[in-house]
């Protein structure tokens, strides 16, 4: 099973990729593309563990299910970014700053 | 009985949603929208109810939900206390959206979609279910959030939530799928037994366990995953706040005993050696002490009631690791103290909403100086419920700490009771102050005087919730008894 133990690898990479650039970049839209390339390689995993466990499609079914949920999610979170951006004229998460202590 | 009986709360609550939607569009005005709301969710509490009175075992093709939708007591418990802090948050909404020049009628089908979502969330026996259950929950909190649309805050807090929030998710489903190829498996039993069989040794599993974790622990907002709770809960409107709250850190706190006991519930997975337990309780602590501290340093009330949701997290955590030692009677805890925390955490952001008006909300602690003897109809619900949230008898909220201090002393986790008492008592000190504030203080010459406004709504909300309050402090041995038969759940 070395074809699959490949993708587990790949797709952590990607996930790790997609966690750092969170964690890292202050802009918004960079930060939502990056929780998508973690959730891509979420989807990665389960289709290529799919291959594993033949038989069922849960790992392909789920992947579906992921990918029509993150397009809600996505659009409600552009739209509060257009709602920030509207007030403050910026998509940088550190000057959405008025919330402190 | 039909299976349309045992999962009528889901429906009740999808189409009122619906229904409600629609006569919002076709409605010139939004007036008897917040009634509806609290009507569907009154019916949708009812039925559940019902179904726990008649009893699922004479409910033919049960099991043909599962592992999807699991219906037992534990969900139905959940039914009826999400049910309750939605209508609670929808009455809060009824006087304040008016007031504060809100009044758009999509606040109620999102608060209905959302608890909708976290009734799922506690039902769901599968994986598939549980990321769906979630995410519709925290969608609609995301929009409820961002419900003031004019203001810089709002719009501010809601990005934190929601990017923090949908990172928790995808940590949470990274999990979930490596967990799905060492067991090959996303229902939680199966997941449970192929743990059990042994494939808990496996570095995957390790991983998996601590992503799910920490996805966990950003839902139910435990330190150091609670960075967005303080904003997003300052930000968004109250009636939203006070949904976020107790709703959905309620369903949260349901997905974590779901998926650790029934999932997680083999022997490496849950002792005191290794696995969640020892990583929770270190959780717990943190949560409590930082919360606690931050809390007692905030200027305004609404930010110090955020905090003092957190705290109250880790109270409920320190029940949680209980569990592993006996489910039933920790689990128990962790249900009725979520009960005692709804009442008393709705009543206290109702009161809050109760002293402000248009243009003049009240927030800090100097907006309530002297509120006490200028107006004492709204500072004695406000006092009653910071009471019950400090844990002073005879309230709910003594009875919520000393039945998790019971449960946490007989799994034998003295080290954490001790600190769970110590923070309890800290806790204490920025609840009281609040009290001195309203009751001994006088305002500054020339600063704004806060004057409550009148709402029928919000009134409502403070008596059925000092209503509880009360019962709950003065008679908890059946509503105890009721969380003993929910948290039994089969693992």
């Not at chain 2, 209905?112 to 969330?121: E, Q, R």
Request: with cysteine; glycine share 10%.
């Amino acid at each position: 099973m070395t074809g699959i133990a490949n993708y587990v690898v790949l797709s952590g990479v990607l996930f790790a990729i997609g966690g750092i650039g969170f964690l890292v970049r202050r802009n918004v839209l960079v930060a939502l593309m990056s929780i998508e390339i973690m959730l891509n390689a979420v989807n990665l995993l389960l289709v290529a563990f799919n291959r594993l466990h033949a038989g069922e499609l849960t790992g392909q079914l789920f992947a579906f299910f992921i990918i029509a949920a993150e397009a809600a999610e996505v659009a409600v979170g552009l739209a509060i970014v257009l709602s920030l951006f509207r007030i403050k004229r910026t998509v940088r998460s550190d000057e959405a700053d008025l919330l402190k202590n | 009985m039909s299976l349309t009986f045992a999962i009528s709360p889901f429906l009740i609550i999808a189409f009122g949603a619906m229904a409600l939607m629609l006569s919002e569009a076709f409605a010139k005005r939004s007036n008897g929208l917040a009634l509806g709301t609290t009507i569907v969710f009154a019916a949708a509490g009812a039925f559940a109810m019902a179904v726990w009175l008649y009893g699922l075992e004479d409910i033919e093709g049960l099991d043909t939900l599962t592992p999807w939708l699991v219906v037992d007591r534990f969900s139905l418990f959940f039914d009826v206390l999400l049910c309750l802090g939605g209508a609670l948050a929808a009455l809060l909404a009824g006087g304040y959206l008016p007031e504060h020049n809100l009044d758009r009628g999509e606040f109620y089908s999102l608060l209905l979609f959302s608890t909708f979502g976290a009734m799922m969330l506690a039902a769901a026996g599968d994986v598939l279910t549980l990321f769906i259950g979630l995410e519709t929950m925290s969608i609609g909190a995301y929009a409820l959030t961002a419900f003031r649309r004019a203001s810089a805050k709002s719009a501010e807090g809601a990005l934190k939530y929601f990017l923090l929030g949908s990172f928790a998710a995808a940590l949470l489903l990274f999990g979930f799928a490596l967990i799905y190829g060492a067991t090959g498996h996303t229902d939680l039993v199966g997941i449970g037994a192929a743990l059990k069989a042994g494939a808990s040794k496996q570095p995957m599993v390790v991983i998996a366990l601590v992503l799910i974790l920490a996805g966990l622990a950003f839902k139910v907002s435990a330190v150091p995953f609670h960075m967005w709770t303080p904003d997003a809960y300052e930000g968004a409107p109250t009636p939203a706040t006070t949904y976020m709250a107790v709703a959905v850190k309620s369903g949260a706190f349901a997905m974590m005993l779901r998926v650790l006991l029934t999932a997680f519930g083999d022997p490496s997975s849950m002792s005191w050696s290794a696995g969640w337990p020892p990583v929770l309780a270190w959780v717990a602590v943190l949560t409590m002490t930082v919360a606690n501290l931050i809390a007692g340093r905030q200027e305004s009330v609404k930010r110090m009631l955020a905090y003092s949701s957190i705290a109250h997290a880790g109270y409920i955590l320190v029940a949680v690791v209980a569990t592993m030692r006996s489910q039933t009677l920790a689990g128990a805890s962790v249900l009725f103290y979520l009960l005692t925390y709804t009442v008393s955490t709705a009543g206290a952001f109702g009161a809050l909403i109760l002293c402000g008006r248009r243009g003049a909300e009240a927030v800090s602690y100097e907006d309530l100086s002297g509120i006490g003897r200028r107006h004492p109809a709204a500072a004695l619900p406000f006092a009653l419920f910071l009471v019950s949230l400090a844990g002073i008898p005879p309230t709910a909220g003594f009875f919520g700490k000393w039945f998790i201090f019971r449960a946490a002393m007989e799994s034998g986790l003295t080290w954490l009771t001790i600190i769970a008492f110590i923070n309890s008592v800290i806790g204490a000190y920025y609840y009281l102050r609040v009290l001195v504030y309203m009751y001994m203080r006088e305002p500054a010459a020339g600063a704004p005087i806060a004057v409550p406004m009148r709402s029928g709504y919000v009134t409502a909300a403070l008596l059925v919730s000092a209503l509880l309050v009360l019962a709950l402090g003065l008679s908890p041995t059946r509503s105890l008894d009721v969380a003993v038969q929910a948290a039994s759940f089969g693992g």
